[in-house]
């Protein structure tokens, strides 16, 4: 077991490159399949979760090689589309792979997936829409089977827009006969960076970004060279350690467009802001005021920055409310702020924070990816030395986060235990 070891106090000074976004990296690879050609992938992060994705498409018979940050694959040779259980559980985002899959061979038979405990994700959403597209749905023992001669488009609405559903109906409709209309559709920048990816494959997909997605099928599609976007998640995590440490923080190779409600919020703490085209600068001077926050889909809160933000408020001037309207159980990280010292009180899905002097260091562990940031975040703001456990967790998100902050003037270590 590996933890970190943070000794808070020091402000953070200095330049970080953003590293390209998990969250467009994954189901792009997964995308791969249904190529007939190499796919040469840019800016991929070196994280677990993208490890995981090429073990399986590696299981299914494609050929990958990472080097740096780019991920070539060519999946001429995929011979399986029984998707290994033991890799599917270590991550919830192979279920992208079902839409590929299905659309390329007909097939595709996936465990239930696994991933972070943070409420229930179920995937009903993809099913129907697959159902809708023409697909035989069987599920038994936990296992889930599609099959199709052909897939067909249709006209679906999702009840709710989600991202995960958005984007494996989008590339399984891709190539389905005739036109597919996706309505009350997510609207994140990942789902627009998964349609420039497969525009460029040769797909036919409009509107990417809107409440309503239009695909035209066609029969084939090629390879195709891409960049990834930036990470918004891990900028944003940036962003808010050096407003809850003080200092001057520059993200290079960010986009601000894609932060607005995160940058609003921020601001409205009282840290300054500075945005350029490609580039966000961060400094703050003294204490913050306390600011409300309510989780939305994009454009809105991401849900993604809710515990690290809810870190920076614990010592925030005054009382914070937070409401998650996304996931039901992704306060878990606040037992671990209180023991080092925050007021906090959870009722339902609205958390109260009352802003503290100082938080203390103390020994506490990541039970998900984004609770394990929050932790770090208060790490840096604490007085002594902090213990974080659980860096699987940590690192299925973040490349190097702890070289990252030592590079910004933190104390952080890794160390073996």
Known sequence: MEVFEVTGGRQLNGTVRVCGSKNAALPILAATVMAEDVCVIEGVPHLEDVRVMVEILRALGAQVDWQGDTVSVDPRNI??????????????????????????????????????????????????????????????????????????????????????????LMMAAVLSDGVTVLENVAREPEIVDLAQFLQR??????????????????????????????????????MIAAAAVGGDVTLERADPHH????????????????????????????????????????????????????????????TSVVRESVFEARFKHVDELNRMGANISVDGQTAVV?????????????????????????????????????????DRGYEQLDTHLRDLGADIVRRAV
């Open 259 to 318: 932060l607005g409600a995160v940058i609003a919020k921020i601001r409205e703490t009282g840290a300054q802001v500075q945005v350029e085209r490609d580039i966000i600068r961060v400094t703050q001077a003294e204490p913050g005021r306390a600011v409300d926050i309510r989780t939305a889909p994009y454009p809105g809160f991401p849900t993604d920055l809710q515990a690290p933000f809810m870190a920076l408020m614990t010592i925030l001037r005054g």
């Open 201 to 238: 494959c040769g797909a036919r997909i409009e509107n990417a970004g809107d409440g309503t997605i239009t695909v035209t099928g066609v029969h084939h599609l090629g390879g195709a060279r891409h960049r990834v976007i930036p990470d918004r998640i891990v900028a944003g995590t940036m």
């Open 79 to 168: 011979s399986s589309t029984d998707v290994p259980s033991h890799l599917m559980r270590r991550m919830r985002s192979s279920v992208f792979l079902m839409g590929p899959l299905l659309a390329r061979f007909g097939e595709v038979r996936v465990s239930r997936p696994g991933g972070c405990v943070i409420g229930q994700r179920p995937i009903d959403f993809h099913l129907r829409g697959m159902r809708a597209l023409g697909a035989r749905i069987e599920q038994s023992h936990g296992y889930v089977r599609c099959t199709a001669n052909r897939l067909y488009g249709d006209h679906i609405t999702l009840d709710y827009p989600s991202v995960g559903a958005t984007e494996n």
């Open 354 to 394: 009352h802003g503290v002097p100082r938080l203390s260091g103390a020994t506490v562990e990541a039970s998900d990816l984004r609770g394990g940031a929050a932790l770090v975040v208060a790490g840096l703001a604490a007085e002594g030395t902090t213990r974080v456990e659980g860096l699987h967790h940590i």
